[in-house]
């Protein structure tokens, strides 16, 4: 009888209590003793973000080459970005950016692209797999402090914002999507990372401000197509001043930021293209004349194919769910198992809950037009569009669709929950409800730690963190 591989042991807890002795020391030095000794030594403005830097790179790198096997979409992310080191032709229904930068990666790293990632649990031979999720994982770790910085160009105070970024350091959703090959979470870097810019350059007028919005604008469609939803929400913004002042340098930032990421995008199907010139699998989609035509064809026959590929696709999934059920978190995702080792696609329930709570109070305020948030109303007309625009299209989606489409809008919603305690008129009550919600999210991020990294729970414990029956 075959014998059954197992995980790699450097990989692997060696106990069910483990995860808890390194994680929680992890957590308390970091947030604890480092905080301390920042207080003494540094001001505000610097102690914020260098508490979300630490505290987000020892949750996203904290165990990454865990498990050593295939999770997930990895079997098909890891695939095409270990054919762009064979060369072989291969289709995929999403821009290639992502697994471009993937197979950078693993090249630089050393990864043998002959591994088939046939199925998920599959264990990789070679230990340079783990450079295969790098890219994923800056993403994730430079996501916090790109929410912090994004909250004080809008207007956040100091604490509020710091708030904003931990609670983007503690959902659990959003550091599954960083730590493993998959698209989203550097699709919401990129995105939100370009919204940042846009704002440096609105409030400091640096043009190279611009110019960067206008690159990561790029970097996120190529990344997915759904990317759209922030080109969308900067040139709006930019289209109302154009239209307010009358001036024509909107008209000139509005072709930059148009013109570059359509520029970028193509850029990227150029190196796809040059990459792939064997044979492979992603012949059958194409026309028999696919490899003999120019640029131009090429780029367009793939993006028709792209754009039909995923308005038809019918494919099933015992995990998918409804875009009204995400942001109550009804139906989390399985992504991997290994015998009372799982990894669970679960959020941080109550960063959903009360973040969702945030988004219909400021739709209530817009609809009412309360005086509570009236200093504020043109950084919430901002967050509520950014919400509805990441979330509402997909209220007309038929095809398979998961509860990450919406970590987009869940962003936006944690910043609508931070402007709601920043508009408090006590100071002290302001420092209260942030003490307590991040005390509330710490501990529930903590709780459902063992489904977020996969560390074993006993039959007993593992029910007992699935709290409702469409948790199953």
Same mark, same amino acid.
């Given at each position: ?77 890891? @695939?095409? #970005? ?5 060369? =072989?032709?291969?289709?995929? !229904?999403?821009?290639? %950016? /992502?697994?471009? $930068? +993937? ?113 990561? @604008?790029? #970097? ?5 197509? =759904?990317?759209?939803?922030? !080109?969308?929400?900067? %040139? /709006?913004?930019? $289209? +109302? ?232």
């Amino acid at each position: 009888m075959r014998k059954k591989k197992s995980i790699n042991k450097k990989y692997r807890p060696h106990n069910n209590h483990l995860w808890k002795q390194i994680f929680i020391h992890q957590i308390i030095v970091a947030q604890g003793n480092f905080y301390c000794i920042l207080t003494i030594y540094m001001k505000e403005k610097y102690i914020y973000p260098i508490v979300i830097t630490v505290l987000s790179f020892v949750t996203r790198f904290f165990f990454l080459g865990y498990p050593n096997q295939v999770v997930f979409d990895e079997t098909h992310y890891g @695939l095409f #970005a270990s054919q762009y080191l064979t060369h =072989t032709h291969f289709f995929d !229904l999403h821009p290639p %950016l /992502l697994k471009l $930068l +993937a197979a950078l990666s693993a090249y630089i790293g050393g990864f043998n692209p002959n591994f088939d990632f046939a199925r998920i649990g599959e264990v990789f031979v070679d230990p340079n797999f783990i450079f295969l999720r790098i890219v994923p994982a800056i993403a994730g770790f430079l996501l916090p402090v790109v929410i912090y910085y994004l909250a004080r160009e809008i207007g956040i105070s100091r604490l509020c914002a710091f708030f904003a970024g931990l609670i983007v350091v503690f959902e659990n959703s959003l550091l599954v999507q960083s730590k493993f090959l998959l698209i989203d979470g550097a699709l919401i870097f990129f995105g939100f990372a370009s919204i940042l810019f846009y704002f440096l350059f609105k409030n400091h007028k640096n043009k190279y401000y611009l110019l960067v919005s206008a690159l990561l @604008l790029g #970097a996120t469609i190529s990344t997915k197509w =759904t990317g759209l939803a922030f !080109l969308a929400i900067i %040139l /709006l913004i930019e $289209l +109302a001043s154009w239209i307010h002042e009358r001036k024509t340098r909107h008209f000139n930032n509005l072709l930059v930021l148009t013109l570059i990421p359509i520029l970028f995008y193509m850029g990227t199907f150029a190196i796809h293209f040059n990459l792939l010139t064997k044979l492979g699998p992603g012949d059958a989609f194409m026309s028999q004349n696919f490899q003999q035509k120019s640029f131009l064809g090429k780029f367009f026959e793939l993006n028709e194919t792209m754009f039909i590929q995923n308005a038809t696709l019918t494919t099933t999934h015992p995990y998918s769910s409804r875009w009204y059920s995400w942001p109550i978190m009804k139906r989390p995702i399985f992504y991997w198992e290994n015998g009372n080792e799982k990894i669970y696609s679960t959020g941080n329930p109550f960063i959903y809950w009360l973040s969702l709570l945030a988004v219909l109070v400021l739709f209530m305020h817009t609809l009412f037009r309360t005086r509570f948030f009236q200093s504020k109303r043109h950084v919430i007309l901002f967050i509520l569009f950014g919400y509805c625009i990441n979330f509402l299209p997909y209220v007309i989606l038929r095809r398979i669709s998961f509860t990450y489409y919406y970590l987009a809008a869940l962003i936006f919603a944690i910043l609508a929950l931070s402007i709601i305690i920043d508009s408090l008129k006590s100071r002290r009550i302001k420092i209260i409800s942030v003490i307590t919600l991040l005390i509330l999210f710490t501990l529930t991020f903590l709780y459902f730690a063992p489904l977020t990294y996969g560390f074993p729970l006993s039959p007993n414990s593992f029910q007992n963190h699935l709290w409702f029956k469409t948790w199953q």
